[in-house]
Structure formats: structure tokens, C-alpha cells
């Protein structure tokens, strides 16, 4: 019963790890670009673009977690800091390619193509293949790599949820023009990750 009640805590600490400490926005500046930009495309649904994120995070962790320890097997442990990132982006197109197969049975033409506008945008993003990289370097198993990229993907939702009411709030008339728009989302994006990168306990590098 503790050995259960200590893995649980254990999982959960990493899932929150995930969402606070190690934030794909607010800590590590992962996934910013496709974010806004999907949230400033009518076309791309907030709720479909996350959960195309969290679907692809999760499998993209499985292939990694088992195709990883090829590199040091076939040869190439040297070179691992570079063909772990290819190994990451193929483990993406692969997952978009069965996510994409599977969607065009379930759904009729028109809400298949409705989701695919949000599914795209998730598919090859720089949060996935940051997580996942993390994963690899603290050595995680294949259960805590996948509560790690659950966390992560979870923190990539609440901040595009803090990110996405924001950008109705500060299109204020006293903003200064040359600030109106992008300017003033990264400003407000800046401060939302000094307060993260404060609260997670990082000492100030001077």
C-alpha cells in the first residue's frame, strides 16, 4: 500500500512538475508562434489544437521511449544530442499520420476538415519535441514519461487559456499603437513567465 501511495505521489509530482516548473510557454518559450497564431485564426479551435497536442505528446512519447535506446544500440551514442530531435520529429509525422487516418473513418468530410485546420498546427510542435527531450534526459520510464507529457500538455492548455483571455483584455485604447497586437501579447507573456520562473524556486543568474 505505501509502495502504491508513493508512485502516485511520485506521478503527481511530475505531472505538476510539468504544468508549473517545467511549462512549455512560461519556462521554456516552446509552441509561442503556433499558439498565436492559432488563436488568432478563426479557423482553429483552442479545445482542438490542445487536445491534438495532448494526443500527440502521448504517443509521440511511447515511440520515443522504445526507439530511443536504438541510437546507442546501432552505433550512434556520440551523435545522440542530434538524432534524438529526428528520432522526435519522424515519432511526430507518424503519430499525425495515424491520428489523421483514424479521424478521416470516424468523421464525416465536413467536421473531419472543421478539426484538421487545429490537428495540423499540433502536429510538429516545438513544445512535443522539448518535452520529450526532457523526458529522455532525466531517464523518466515509460509511465512517468507519459504523466510528464500529460503535465505538460496540460500546461500548454492552461497557458494558451491565460494567454487567450488576456488578448480580449488588452487591446485597450490607452496601449500605445506601436505596442497594439503581438508587441503587447509577448510583453504580457514576459511577465506571466517572470512570475512562473519566480514561484518555481529558479535562482536569478546574474
Known sequence: ?????????????????????????????????PGIKMLRDPRKNTFYFCSALTVFQLMTSVIVYFAAPLVDTL????????????????????????????????LSGGKFREIVQSVTGASI???????????Q????????SIVFGLGSSIGYLIA?????????????????????GLPITLIYISVLALAVYGLTGHAVAL
Do not use: W
Not at 83 to 106: D, N, Q
Open 137 to 144: 534526459n532525466y531517464g523518466l520510464n515509460l509511465a512517468e
Open 75 to 106: 552505433g550512434f551514442g556520440a551523435y545522440r544530442r542530434f538524432v534524438l530531435p529526428t528520432i522526435i520529429v519522424v515519432a511526430c509525422a507518424v503519430s499525425y499520420v495515424i491520428v489523421i487516418l483514424l479521424l478521416s473513418i470516424i
Open 1 to 33: 500500500m505505501n509502495d502504491l501511495l508513493t508512485t502516485i505521489i511520485s506521478y503527481f509530482n511530475l505531472a505538476i512538475l510539468a504544468v508549473g516548473a517545467q511549462n512549455a510557454i512560461f519556462t521554456r518559450s516552446l509552441g509561442i508562434s
Open 125 to 135: 510542435n516545438s513544445a512535443i519535441v522539448g518535452t520529450v527531450i526532457l523526458t
Open 160 to 180: 494558451m487559456l491565460l494567454i487567450s483571455e488576456a488578448d480580449k483584455k488588452i487591446c485597450h485604447e490607452r496601449v500605445p499603437q506601436a505596442f497594439k
